[in-house]
């Protein structure tokens, strides 16, 4: 169903003239923007790869062979390790283990940051005072030392604990920035009118200040993500995390502790490394297109030609504010007399 024509007036010396111009709403905006838009892909792919990668994989990741430091070949794409096994095979598999973890890291860490300071802003009072002190005893809270403490604690500790562990580290943050935008929200007209109606305060705050924080969020989302996808391959790579399980982080341990660069056995840690820094631009193209996607002026201010309402396109140049008109200014006795002066 299209959008409404919406019909504009003008006020001319002649008298008023009505034209009907078509205003179309965009839809899927954010989608639009090419950076969002590159940055989904990718996380699309990545997301694929970690469901179906320990399917997909030509051979087992543990498994050994007479193979030993091959570089790749059409036997094995990204070559093999020292025991022989196959680094094509391992990218694969670990896929899944770094995607768990970020993913759910910043799952947890959004929804106690939703809770916790959207609630403490809106509530106000001896709620606010609470939530804001619980908020800013876990932002004191080094996320990095408490999850190898955790790590080391506990053999056993998988993915799973250390996504829970990241995720209950990393949302006060959040909590904070939320808390301060919920508090410059609660008092606009639309939520007073909502609860004038009698609306109960968690209607109010899922139905009126939720969809007006939901940039915000989602930005907080990604960043947490790229927080948690770097714990985990830090934790793998220093060797504090299990090391039977596959990631890109176990990767890179066994290649630094077997000195793959001493021996030129450069494709052992360059399809991790690469992997690691996609998913991180990835990420990162998706939190710019959120900030262009907000702000309107980011949203403009890579376009180098702007039209005007008479269809004449101006040029934007660095340091320029032009002012678009569509009719000349009338000319005053003041800025006739400055001519004639001039």
Same mark, same amino acid.
């Given at each position: 169903?299209?959008?409404?024509?919406?019909?504009?007036?003008?006020?001319?010396?002649?008298?008023?003239?009505?034209?009907?111009?078509?205003?179309?709403?965009?839809?899927?905006?954010?989608?639009?923007?090419?950076?969002?838009?590159?940055?989904?892909?990718?996380?699309?792919?990545?997301?694929?790869?970690?469901?179906?990668?320990?399917?997909?994989?030509?051979?087992?990741?543990?498994?050994?062979?007479?193979?030993?430091?091959?570089?790749?070949?059409?036997?094995?794409?990204?070559?093999?390790?020292?025991?022989?096994?196959?680094?094509?095979?391992?990218?694969?598999?670990?896929?899944?283990?770094?995607?768990?973890?970020?993913?759910?890291?910043?799952?947890?860490?959004?929804?106690?940051?939703?809770?916790?300071?959207?609630?403490?802003?809106?509530?106000? #009072? @001896?709620?606010?005072?609470?939530?804001? *002190?619980?908020?800013?005893?876990?932002?004191?809270?080094? +996320? /990095?030392? =408490? %999850?190898?403490?955790?790590?080391?604690?506990?053999?056993?500790?998988?993915?799973?604990?250390?996504?829970?562990?990241?995720?209950?580290?990393?949302?006060?943050?959040?909590?904070?920035?939320?808390?301060?935008?919920?508090?410059?929200?609660?008092?606009?007209?639309?939520?007073?009118?909502?609860?004038?109606?009698?609306?109960?305060?968690?209607?109010?705050?899922?139905?009126?200040?939720?969809?007006?924080?939901?940039?915000?969020?989602?930005?907080?989302?990604?960043?947490?993500?790229?927080?948690?996808?770097?714990?985990?391959?830090?934790?793998?790579?220093?060797?504090?995390?299990?090391?039977?399980?596959?990631?890109?982080?176990?990767?890179?341990?066994?290649?630094?502790?077997?000195?793959?660069?001493?021996? #030129? @056995?450069?494709?052992?840690?360059?399809? *991790?490394?690469?992997?690691?820094?996609?998913?991180?631009? +990835? /990420?990162? =193209? %998706?939190?710019?297109?959120?900030?262009?996607?907000?702000?309107?002026?980011?949203?403009?201010?890579?376009?180098?030609?702007?039209?005007?309402?008479?269809?004449?396109?101006?040029?934007?140049?660095?340091?320029?504010?032009?002012?678009?008109?569509?009719?000349?200014?009338?000319?005053?006795?003041?800025?006739?007399?400055?001519?004639?002066?001039?």
């Amino acid at each position: 169903m299209s959008a409404p024509a919406t019909t504009i007036t003008a006020v001319t010396p002649e008298g008023p003239e009505v034209a009907a111009a078509p205003v179309k709403r965009r839809r899927l905006r954010f989608v639009a923007n090419p950076k969002a838009a590159t940055g989904l892909v990718v996380l699309a792919f990545f997301c694929l790869i970690a469901i179906i990668g320990p399917w997909v994989a030509p051979y087992d990741p543990s498994a050994r062979s007479s193979d030993l430091i091959q570089p790749p070949s059409g036997k094995h794409w990204f070559g093999t390790t020292h025991l022989g096994q196959d680094i094509f095979s391992q990218v694969l598999v670990g896929t899944r283990g770094v995607m768990f973890v970020g993913l759910l890291a910043g799952l947890v860490a959004t929804a106690l940051s939703i809770l916790i300071g959207v609630s403490a802003g809106f509530l106000g #009072g @001896a709620a606010d005072d609470s939530l804001s *002190a619980l908020s800013n005893v876990f932002l004191v809270i080094p +996320a /990095l030392p =408490l %999850i190898i403490i955790v790590a080391s604690t506990i053999p056993s500790a998988g993915d799973l604990m250390v996504a829970l562990v990241i995720g209950f580290t990393s949302w006060a943050w959040g909590a904070r920035v939320l808390r301060a935008q919920t508090l410059s929200l609660r008092r606009r007209d639309y939520v007073e009118a909502a609860r004038a109606t009698g609306e109960s305060t968690w209607r109010i705050i899922t139905f009126e200040i939720m969809p007006n924080l939901t940039a915000i969020i989602a930005s907080g989302f990604v960043g947490t993500v790229i927080f948690a996808v770097m714990s985990e391959i830090t934790l793998a790579f220093i060797g504090i995390s299990t090391i039977s399980e596959w990631n890109w982080g176990t990767i890179l341990f066994w290649a630094q502790s077997q000195q793959a660069l001493a021996q #030129g @056995a450069w494709w052992w840690f360059v399809p *991790a490394g690469l992997a690691i820094a996609v998913l991180g631009t +990835a /990420l990162s =193209l %998706i939190n710019f297109g959120i900030d262009e996607f907000v702000s309107p002026r980011l949203r403009s201010s890579g376009r180098s030609r702007v039209k005007t309402k008479d269809g004449h396109s101006v040029r934007m140049r660095v340091g320029f504010t032009p002012v678009l008109s569509s009719q000349q200014a009338p000319v005053t006795p003041v800025a006739r007399r400055r001519e004639e002066v001039a």
